[in-house]
């Protein structure tokens, strides 16, 4: 049976069964805790909407859609704690903004605004990266610089996001092995989305879970349903313990598997109709985290079609606000293009900021810019 | 530039005095570490971090998996988040698993994050050919570096020098490639003071000075022009010798310089001709001092092929014999 065809809670952590039903144990988080891990689930899902939205109609550029993934996002975000680090891959809107990045910066980058993939001072997000896997050892040599930094001992958590596509990557590799080796501070949490663009995931590897990969580096792995919010803040919770301090005879990285489904494209770019059939997405869509987590709230008495409502409505004026705010910032400066290279630019790279500034004078912006 | 120039000095090979700019500088400051393939408890497949280890620990200076891509990658992590990490390749040739983190990464976090994230680290490998090495050892390929934007690239040619600008490289807040010319790792000594100075990364050093004609070069090649043009003055050619030290950023002001009181260029390197920097330089004669252009410039540089086994890597290489040449059709034009 191939992995698309195999019941997905096969050896997998789950707490909420597809109707939001409890079938596992329901983490320790606060009731108004759990109503704004719902309410950042469905900010990024409208956002997500959105966000396509403007792409078709011209005003950004391609962007990779994360519906079907909120669960994994929100539920891993929330449980880690204010120190501790996020190192995205590119798809991570939903995990950064629980994290303090603001969607309004999230949409600048997809415009094509560099300034939005400079996370605020004090917000402990790494940059997006886009080449696939490169970030894993990233998070490794953060991680490991934390450790190091502290005699041994370090003070907090790297949690980096990546796709099942990644776990191909020699990068992939390259970062678990160093962090089985120097026993650094990690959570590797894939995104098991299915699909690495066209490549279904039995195309990238022959091992029958991802998470049994962690085997190989010599610490724990685990599945968990990522379209079950509160079974991947479990077991994300779990994995950032052990990272900061892990019991007798334990590793400190913690691969995570969440297996879960990309509802749209890979990106804007992408027609997933050319290697998936409406069957399959209508099947993975009976999981959505997000009615499970309201039936799950209803039930606890925490929801009701008011508050419901509610969340709806603020949910449509924080992305309205944030579309706002993205699109009447000014481009950013032509000249700023010189100024994040290095430090201090060498003479040769002054001499061409000069030469670009005077053909700029010269012949004005409206020369440069399309229409 | 030296900061210390009353203080003693010691007579070392170009590859101890790599070994005491690390050692200074890791004594100077904490946050400097060395890592890589073999450069622990071995120190260095070429002695280049030998007795770190036992100085410094094995935090300090550690042994990595076999993993370039890993090496460089976790050293970026490092760096971004404060740390000063000197990341060893073993050679040059191998620095190709680990490119995607040099050029996606190394040399673009400051750009991508505004500068929220920086990169004060130091990538070091033995490069260049001519010692005998098995097949993917003796490449030069300094120009994939010099060609991406974001990174420092600097080859030293004397011990002093390399312990000058490898400190210059550590102190750097930004990414620097460290090539260094094994060639002449142990070639012949220099001194070099024991205390801490800098050379300063960009700056070119005029090794010869000549009227007849401007020999640029850098690293292991800077050796055979001063060859050629020492045998070249008996003949009554006067060639200047410009060692280049950094080739990106370069120093185009000392090449022009030079160029305008010969009038006359042979650019040397051991790297193939096409796109190498050989070009760079020439293209900047022709931009900036066209005018005073007596003669064609000449490239004299290794051939456009892989780089050979050894058995014919003697004939690959520019030598003294193929300098001079390059300086006569330069002066006799």
């Known amino acids: 049976m191939s992995t698309l065809e195999r019941d997905p809670r096969e050896s997998m952590v789950q707490v909420l069964d597809e109707d939001g039903s409890v079938v596992g144990d329901v983490p320790d988080v606060g009731d108004d805790e759990l109503v704004e891990m719902y309410h950042n689930m469905k900010l990024a899902r409208h956002f997500d909407t959105r966000a396509v939205s403007l792409q078709r109609q011209g005003r950004m550029g391609t962007y990779p859609p994360l519906s079907g993934q909120e669960g994994a996002q929100v539920g891993s975000a929330m449980a880690l704690a204010e120190g501790d680090w996020t190192i995205p891959s590119y798809r991570e809107h939903a995990a950064n903004l629980v994290r303090g990045m603001g969607l309004e910066r999230t949409l600048r980058y997809w415009m094509g605004d560099e300034r939005g993939n400079s996370p605020p001072e004090g917000v402990n997000v790494f940059t997006a990266a886009v080449p696939i896997a490169s970030q894993i050892p990233h998070a490794t040599g953060m991680a490991w610089a934390d450790k190091l930094k502290h005699g041994g001992d370090p003070e907090n958590a790297y949690i980096c996001y990546f796709g099942d596509g990644a776990t191909s990557e020699g990068d992939f590799h390259e970062g678990l092995n160093f962090a089985g080796v120097f026993d650094t501070p990690n959570v590797f949490f894939c995104n098991n989305n299915q699909w690495a663009i066209s490549v279904p995931r039995e195309r990238q590897t022959a091992s029958e879970t991802l998470a049994q990969k962690a085997v190989a580096y010599g610490f724990e792995g685990v599945r968990v349903d990522g379209m079950d919010p509160l079974a991947v803040y479990s077991v994300t919770s779990d994995a950032l313990e052990k990272a900061k301090s892990p019991g007798e005879g334990e590793r400190r990285p913690t691969l995570v598997e969440a297996v879960q489904y990309r509802y749209g494209a890979h990106t804007t770019a992408d027609d997933p109709s050319v290697y998936r059939t409406d069957e399959e997405v209508e099947r993975w869509k009976a999981k959505d985290p997000i009615p499970r987590l309201e039936a799950f709230l209803r039930n606890q008495g925490l929801l009701d079609d008011e508050r419901v409502d509610a969340i709806e409505e603020a949910v449509e004026e924080e992305v309205a606000a944030a579309i706002e705010e993205a699109e009447s910032t000014a481009r950013p400066d032509p000249s700023t293009m010189f100024e994040h290279v290095f430090e201090e630019a060498p003479p040769d790279l002054a001499e061409q900021a000069e030469e670009f500034a005077a053909i700029r004078e010269k012949y004005g912006d409206e020369a440069f810019l399309e229409e | ?333």
């Open chain 2, 1 to 333: 530039m030296s900061t210390q120039e009353s203080e003693a000095t010691q007579n070392l090979t170009l590859v101890q005095s790599v070994r005491d700019a690390l050692a200074t500088e890791m004594e100077r400051d904490d946050d400097v570490l060395v890592m890589g393939e073999d450069v622990g408890k071995n120190g260095g497949v070429f002695r280049a971090t030998e007795g770190l280890w036992k100085e410094f620990g094995e935090d300090r200076v550690i042994d990595t998996p076999l993993a370039e891509s890993g090496i460089i990658g976790t050293a970026v992590g490092m760096a971004a988040m404060g740390l000063k990490p000197v990341p060893e390749i073993q050679f040059s040739g191998f620095m190709y698993p680990g490119f995607d983190q040099i050029v996606s990464h190394m040399a673009r976090l400051r750009t991508r994050s505004r500068s929220r994230f920086t990169l004060p680290m130091v990538l070091r490998a033995p490069y260049g050919g001519g010692i005998r090495a098995p097949e993917h050892h003796s490449e030069s390929k300094e120009a994939f570096y010099a060609h991406e934007a974001g990174l420092k690239v600097v080859i030293p040619s004397t011990p002093y020098d390399t312990k000058g600008l490898l400190t210059s490289a550590i102190r750097d807040p930004d990414p620097v490639v460290f090539l260094e010319p094994k060639l002449i790792y142990r070639a012949f000594r220099g001194d070099v003071p024991e205390g801490d100075y800098e050379v300063p990364i960009g700056e070119a050093s005029v090794r010869r000075e000549g009227s007849d004609v401007s020999v640029f070069t850098y690293g292991a090649m800077t050796r055979p022009s001063l060859e050629a043009a020492e045998e070249l003055a008996e003949e009554g050619v006067d060639a200047e010798v410009v060692d280049l030290r950094t080739v990106s950023p370069m120093d185009r002001e000392a090449i022009v310089e030079s160029f305008k009181k010969t009038g006359r260029a042979c650019v040397v390197h051991e790297a193939p001709k096409t796109g190498g920097l050989a070009g760079e330089i020439t293209a900047t004669l022709q931009e900036e001092a066209l005018l005073y252009q007596e003669a064609p410039i000449q490239r004299v540089t290794g051939y456009d092929v892989p780089y050979p086994l050894y058995a014919m890597e003697d004939y690959y290489m520019p030598n003294a014999a193929r300098v001079a040449e390059g300086i006569k059709d330069a002066v006799e034009f």
